[in-house]
């Protein structure tokens, strides 16, 4: 994960795990664990971290599901970003005090989650 994230990266990357991972990592605030072993054993399995500190076996399928594509569009939402979504293609806003400033953007994809998915890692890319 440590590929240089630049506007033409992201929206060339396929509906994939890749995707789903920068998603968690880049936008849900989850972060990967490493498998920790010890002479041979594993103590520890990899697992991915919540914000909240709970282990999550799996990423969520973002850029491929709806409805975890859903949960993108909430945590930008929180974050203050305004998500319009219409067929096949997601614009994404910065709101301050009720008004949109600069940083929009529109991705149009092969299917709606994708385009959520790209929509996201590119409104959370400067922060």
């Known amino acids: 994960?440590?590929?240089t994230l630049n506007r033409?990266?992201?929206?060339?990357?396929q509906p994939e795990r890749e995707?789903?991972?920068?998603i968690a990592e880049k936008v849900m605030g989850w972060r990967?664990?490493?498998?920790v072993y010890s002479w041979g054993e594993v103590l520890s399995p990899a697992q991915?971290?919540?914000?909240n500190g709970w282990p999550v076996d799996r990423v969520p399928n973002y850029s491929t599901d709806i409805s975890a594509a859903w949960g993108v569009v909430e945590?930008?939402?929180?974050?203050?970003?305004?998500?319009?979504?219409?067929?096949?293609s997601a614009s994404f806003h910065l709101i301050n005090n009720g008004k949109i400033l600069d940083g929009t953007g529109i991705v149009t994809a092969?299917?709606?989650?994708?385009?959520?998915c790209k929509a996201a890692l590119l409104a959370v890319l400067d922060e």
């Open 32 to 35: 990967y664990k490493e498998t």
């Open 110 to 116: 092969n299917s709606t989650p994708e385009s959520i």
């Open 75 to 88: 945590e930008l939402e929180q974050k203050k970003w305004f998500v319009t979504i219409r067929n096949r």
């Open 1 to 3: 994960m440590n590929k």
């Open 48 to 51: 991915w971290i919540k914000p």
């Open 8 to 13: 033409e990266s992201i929206l060339a990357m």
């Open 19 to 22: 995707l789903d991972s920068l």
